[in-house]
């Protein structure tokens, strides 16, 4: 379904009948992967923070060269996201026992994307080459999947009001299926061998014969192997992965399932559509009568109208949910304090008993 295919059926017919059920969003069967599927491997015990990675991703991509050259290694300094300009980035992480690690950010192509459950017009698809691809043809804009990737790693072009999109990594899908290169960009510039591009099985035992080999360097854990149900970039680290900047919170449930209750909270976000075309088709309707430019102002002003709405309602709704999180969390420690205090009761009673024998 292109976007302007949407867009009619949306105004047609109304926005609720093509969204997806919880259910149907939130997949209940557990995806171990397309058989042969690829990754990469990054070893942050390798990692220099040279920044080579991010040139070679600007490169391949043809990205906008940053104001700060690659070769300025004080940006390090400051903590920084993805963005439109920057698939991937390096950060560098000061340790509680002195020294400094690096790590490198991107989309973590999710074995389960949350993105791709919580896209109602599937814009986002798991290949089976193992990259998650996004299809800005058929893209809305509404936002779903930044608000449901784990990892916080979509971007969306603001500056862009009339086609905005959504920018990640791609895993090189475009240049690696097409035979322009044999790895993705940034694998093949690090001159550290950080990163290893193969298949995700292939990844997963050569980090466990680093692991096994050299346990004085690794922790002993496979970031990625299994978070989130599994992702095709894995991380090894020689210190924990939260001083990394690695969610360890995260488990291992999918994605698509973790995502199933944030869903019901960001499903309103397409329910703030049709106030979002009622100003754009009227618009619309009127392009003759005003110019091209007054068009475009008023687009974008009616697109920052509905933003600033749901961006409200969304914090609102996101704080709730936090909440609810809260307390199931609450009671399960509860029920499991009560519970050793029960066992540890038995005991005592048991000894007791033995020692009245
Ligand atoms: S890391 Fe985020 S954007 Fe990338 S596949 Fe997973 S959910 Fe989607
Ligand atoms: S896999 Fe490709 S798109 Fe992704 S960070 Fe590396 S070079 Fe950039
Ligand atoms: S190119 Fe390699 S060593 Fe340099 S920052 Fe990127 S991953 Fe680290």
Same mark, same amino acid.
């Given at each position: 379904m292109k976007r302007r295919n949407f867009l009619g059926l949306m105004g047609a017919a109304g926005v609720a009948t093509v969204l997806p059920t919880k259910a149907q969003a939130a997949g209940n069967v557990h995806f171990e992967g397309y058989p042969g599927s690829k990754g990469v491997l990054f070893d942050a015990t390798r990692c220099i923070g040279c920044r080579k990675c991010e040139e070679g991703c600007n490169e391949i991509n043809g990205l906008a060269k940053p104001e700060q050259p690659f070769s300025d290694l004080s940006v390090l300094d400051t903590k920084r996201r993805t963005e439109n300009e920057a698939y991937t980035v390096v950060n560098k992480y000061e340790q509680p026992e002195g020294g400094s690690v690096f790590s490198k950010i991107q989309c973590m192509h999710c074995m389960e994307p949350s993105c791709g459950s919580a896209c109602f017009v599937k814009a986002f698809t798991k290949q089976p080459s193992g990259a998650v691809t996004y299809d800005e043809s058929v893209c809305v804009g509404c936002r779903y999947c930044m608000v449901a990737c784990p990892f916080e790693i979509p971007t969306y072009t603001y500056n862009d009001p009339i086609t905005p999109k959504v920018i990640k990594c791609h895993l090189c899908e475009p240049h690696i299926s097409t035979g322009k290169v044999d790895a993705p960009g940034c694998v093949n510039k690090c001159p550290k061998e950080a990163l290893v591009y193969g298949e995700r099985d292939d990844l997963i035992k050569i980090a466990r014969n680093r692991i096994e080999a050299h346990p004085e360097l690794y922790v002993d854990h496979l970031y990625g192997e299994h978070e989130v149900g599994g992702t095709s970039w894995l991380y090894l680290s020689g210190t924990p992965f939260n001083q990394i900047g690695m969610r360890e919170d995260l488990g291992t449930t999918s994605g698509p399932e973790l995502n199933s209750s944030a869903l019901s909270v960001v499903a309103m976000v397409p329910a703030l559509w049709p106030l979002l075309l009622a100003g754009v088709y009227g618009i619309t309707k009127r392009t003759d009568k005003i110019a091209k430019k007054e068009k475009?102002?008023?687009? *974008?002003?009616?697109?920052?109208?509905?933003? @600033? %709405?749901?961006?409200?309602?969304?914090? *609102?709704?996101?704080?709730?949910?936090?909440? @609810? %999180?809260?307390?199931?969390?609450?009671?399960?420690?509860?029920?499991?304090?009560?519970?050793?205090?029960k066992a540890a009761e038995e005991e005592a009673n048991g000894e007791k008993e033995e020692e009245g024998a």
């Open positions: 475009a102002e008023a687009v *974008a002003q009616a697109i920052k109208e509905t933003q @600033d %709405k749901a961006n409200s309602d969304m914090k *609102a709704a996101m704080e709730r949910a936090r909440n @609810d %999180k809260e307390a199931t969390v609450k009671r399960e420690v509860t029920k499991a304090v009560e519970e050793a205090l």
